[in-house]
């Protein structure tokens, strides 16, 4: 498997994961509001039944966003190679490594790490058309490209 397609492979297990955590809080939110119950102290019942709603909508609204982010990285072509910095680029620094695809962390393939950066974060914008060889600025640091794949 080569480099890039084992850092997409981690992003999607990533998105996945954040993706069910998300689809699971909504069905336990939406137990809850069919399971409560009228009691006695009927503004207490209500006012729990819209805590409960604020909670889906919110729910809901992550997991719009993560559909975005699959989106993005369903756009990323792993067999592609190219000369300066785009989605889905390696970028090899000689102070960190960077996968320009969604903010994911830090992931490990093999012995080397990788931060895996949105293609919208301020260090994934420094690096964008930029070429092994070229220098960048971010964070009162200077950074050299090494590498671009």
């Known amino acids: 498997m080569t480099l890039?397609?084992?850092?997409?492979?981690?992003?999607?297990?990533?998105?996945?994961?954040?993706?069910?955590?998300?689809?699971?809080?909504?069905?336990?939110?939406q137990n809850s509001l069919v399971t409560e119950t009228k009691s006695s102290a009927g503004d207490k019942h209500e006012t729990g039944r819209a805590m409960l709603q604020l909670e889906r909508e919110k729910a809901g609204q992550q997991l719009a966003i993560v559909e975005n982010v699959k989106q993005i990285l369903a756009k990323i072509d792993v067999t592609a190679t190219a000369v300066q910095t785009r989605l889905g680029s390696v970028v090899y620094t000689n102070k960190a490594n960077y996968y320009i695809a969604i903010s994911a962390g830090v992931l490990k393939v093999e012995n080397d790490e990788f931060y895996a950066v949105s293609a919208a974060t301020p260090i994934a914008k420094c690096l964008l058309g930029k070429k092994a060889g070229d220098h960048i600025t971010f964070a009162?640091?200077?950074?050299?490209?090494?590498?671009?794949?």
């Open 140 to 149: 009162a640091q200077s950074f050299k490209i090494l590498k671009v794949i």
């Open 4 to 29: 890039k397609k084992a850092l997409h492979q981690k992003c999607e297990t990533f998105i996945t994961k954040r993706f069910d955590i998300i689809q699971r809080t909504i069905l336990d939110l």
